[in-house]
């Protein structure tokens, strides 16, 4: 066998945390490597839509061709969301194209995928992920029940949801630290059998982590508490526990083998002002709402105080929290998003701009005339002048507690991106400040606009990701670069000497790749089916 490339999937590790915990001698086996290896920032694609990193990096090119956004999408020719899953991505991942260059290869839980038929070497979906965008299944099928009997059944395989008690919140603790535990005893036995050239194993246990353990890690957060120690630096923990993990997989490798470590995003503070996009829209006359049925003045008063879409809301949340099971709870939680998001009562004649539902950015999509059901914007001049001044407005806003901007920055994905799918993506992309809560912003447009953020989780994502390489394969040394995630696929393809497919949008990243020292070249004569959805399962 020839030298093997071992990447590692870290979901939610954070480059800021682990360079500062890694100086401070926390993280001694993630020290080493950022002392050897080549870092690549991943920021470009990341920060309009980083709900589609991992794909990105699955399969070379952005959401505009893959067509993947996020796990909630608008329904062609609707004002409706559907739940999508993993079935969303219309060409083929990487490692699909390494199976068909006959490149014998492993692939344990890369987030957003399903199982490829005839897949050259074993294959793992869902068993342990943070989407579950499928199901879990393996190839061959009968791997399914050896990974249980052998390993046990992972936290994360039949996750009911989280409670954010104190008590419900140590309980995940010891869930995660056990995952980390049985995915580290199965990346240490898969890699020593040496029966795979390529192997990528995937963690989803820091992402979890970081969405709920930050508000114990964050002293300046609004819901920081030390009244549970053990809590207290859990997400230090965990990250802990992964750097011992991350040790087990280094002490199999030979001197010849190749590393990559690769995360799509970062985590820090859920400060974002989503919860204030509707109203603002509102305000600025770019969104109208329905009229009113005919009713008289007493229902009417009435039906304001019962059914207003706020008071649905709190009267809902609570309901679902007090009355229904974890479990439940998640499985209506599609359902309940599609209700009070995108589907609001708008008069869409009259409506230019709606919210998409997003758990970081705030995404906007422009009511375009030609290619939504009621569209009433004109294409071309009119579009662009809404554009900028859609960016204009949502760029004055000030955080009305702390005198500072609200959103960092305004990008504008159906135009970033170019693709058959670029008009199923969000017109607008607002990132917000992280450094503080946003409860209330102002502008000379709007006035004062206010409400509380209502989450269960303290840590969302921040926009960038990194991957490190290391090894005879890359460049020897270390340093730190710019780039794109669209860049890890055709790393890896060159790696292995096979030729990308047409479709990838970026070349390799020249600071840290080599020419390849021959390999299998992939029949160029299938490219032309690589925009082609891909077969159901």
Known sequence: MRPRLITLGVDGLDWHLVTAWAAEGRLPVLRGLLDKSHAVILGASNRPLPGSIWTDIATGCSAAIHGFVHEEQLRAGSYQMERVDASRVAVA??????????????????????????????????????????????????????????????????????????????????????????????????????????????????????????????????????????LVDSLRAMYEEMDRAVGSVLHQLESEDDLIVVTDRGMYAD??????????????????????????????????????????TKVAGLLARRLLSDRLREALLPFYRTAIGAAAPLDWTRTRVFRLPSVGNSYLRINLAGRDPAGVVSPGGQYETLLSDIAAQFRALINSETGEPAVEDVYFPAKQFRGPRA???????????????????????????????????????????????????????????????????????????????????????????????????????????????????
């Open 271 to 312: 400060h974002r002002g989503d919860h204030l996009v509707d109203a603002i829209l509102l305000k600025l006359g770019l969104a109208v709402q329905r009229a009113p049925s005919t009713v008289t003045p007493a229902s009417k008063s009435l039906r304001s105080r019962l059914l207003s879409a706020r008071s649905v």
């Open 93 to 230: 991942p990487f490692y699909e194209t390494l199976s068909d260059a006959g490149i014998r290869s492993a692939v344990v839980d890369f987030p957003v995928d399903y199982p490829i038929e005839g897949f050259n070497g074993i294959q793992i979906v869902d068993w342990a992920t943070e989407f579950k965008l499928w199901h879990f299944e393996t190839r061959p099928k009968s791997l399914a029940a050896q990974l249980v009997s052998k390993y046990g059944r992972h936290p994360l395989m039949d996750y009911p949801g989280t409670r954010v008690s104190l008590a419900g919140l140590l309980a995940l603790k010891h869930k995660l630290t056990q995952g980390i535990e049985i995915k580290r005893q199965f990346a240490v036995d898969l890699i020593q059998l040496r029966q795979h050239e390529f192997i990528f194993f995937g963690f989803g246990e820091l992402h979890k982590a970081g969405h709920f353990f930050w508000r114990f890690h964050d002293r300046k957060h609004p819901e920081f508490t030390d009244a549970e120690p053990e």
């Open 423 to 537: 008009t199923e993506l969000p017109d607008v992309a607002i990132v917000w400040n992280s450094r503080n809560p946003i409860d209330a912003v102002a502008s000379d447009a709007i006035g004062t606009i206010a409400g509380r953020q209502e989450r269960e989780r303290s840590g969302n994502h921040r926009p960038e990701g990194f991957a490190l390489f290391r090894g005879p394969s890359f460049a020897t040394g270390s340093g730190e670069y710019q780039g794109d995630a669209r860049q890890i696929a055709p790393a890896i393809l060159r790696r292995f000497g096979v030729e990308v497919p047409r479709h990838y949008e970026m070349l390799a990243p020249e600071a840290i790749t080599k020419a390849p020292s021959g390999g299998r070249a992939a029949d160029r004569s299938q490219d032309k089916l690589a925009l082609a959805p891909r077969p159901a399962v």
